[in-house]
């Protein structure tokens, strides 16, 4: 009876045993699939800590490029500041340059106290801009004038003045071509533009006037004494060409080449 129970005792630890053992199997065999999964976690974690790095430094270098960008615009802004006056600037001495010489041209110098140029940015549906030039004329004795109400012989005065004032503020060194430079004008009017204006107006200078209708030889010798050389344009045989000649027979070879040219 007792070595039965033994017996029977046996069995059931052996059971118990053979049931731990499987127990332990499978604990080791979850061990391992959750080992897996680690390796699987920490292998995802690595990646995500790298995007977060990279991103981390994006923003890090997108910040810097706003400060560098917010630096730029601020130097745009002050530039932009800088030009504006600058062109102010340049705006009023070419008004003031442009009336005083209007006045000492004009022989009725009350009609002239301000030459006054207003810019205007327009922008006609497009992309680009334009800037539009308003120029009105002061006088005291009949206020502001637009300059489309001038008439053609002061407005040539005016635009002439302009110029010269345009010319001398700016910095470039190049030649002025002027046709037909005293077309509108009366005789006054014609000495004062060719004594004041076109006398030291630049380096280089080049009047294409013509000759007995527009330009008379009284009127030429208050300016020959600065004029480097002459060209007459003579037509012979259907063309053109440039002749040279001396100032101090211009308007004799000129009459001669008309004579020839009615002949």
Do not use: W
């Not at 504006?84 to 705006?91: A, L, P, S, T, V």
Request: proline share 2%.
């Amino acid at each position: 009876m007792e070595g039965r129970l033994e017996t029977e005792q046996t069995a059931e630890d052996r059971k118990r045993i053979a049931e731990l053992n499987e127990q332990i199997r499978q604990a080791d065999r979850d061990s391992g699939s959750l080992e897996e999964k680690l390796k699987k976690i920490e292998e995802e974690l690595t990646k995500f800590r790298k995007e977060r790095s990279a991103v981390l430094h994006k923003i890090e270098a997108s910040e810097e490029l706003q400060k560098q960008l917010d630096v730029i615009d601020r130097l745009i802004k002050s530039l932009n500041q800088f030009i504006e006056r600058y062109k102010k600037e340049k705006i009023e001495l070419v008004q003031q340059q442009a009336t005083e010489l209007v006045q000492r041209i004009l022989h009725k110098n009350h009609l002239v106290d301000q030459i006054r140029i207003e810019m205007q940015e327009y922008d006609p549906k497009s992309d680009s801009k334009h800037t539009l030039i308003h120029i009105t004329v002061l006088g005291s004795g009949q206020g502001a004038r637009d300059f489309g109400d001038l008439s053609m012989g002061e407005r040539q005065i005016v635009v002439t003045a302009l110029l010269h004032a345009l010319i001398h503020e700016s910095y470039f060194n190049f030649p002025v071509f002027i046709d037909s430079p005293l077309q509108k004008l009366d005789v006054l009017h014609k000495q004062g533009i060719l004594e004041h204006f076109y006398v030291g107006l630049h380096t280089q200078t080049v009047l294409l006037p013509l000759l007995e209708s527009e330009l008379h030889e009284p009127e030429f010798e208050l300016i020959r004494q600065h004029i480097d050389r002459c060209y007459l344009i003579a037509h012979e045989n259907e063309a053109s060409r440039f002749m040279p000649v001396g100032a101090a027979e211009l308007f004799d070879r000129h009459r001669q080449l008309q004579a020839r040219t009615t002949a």
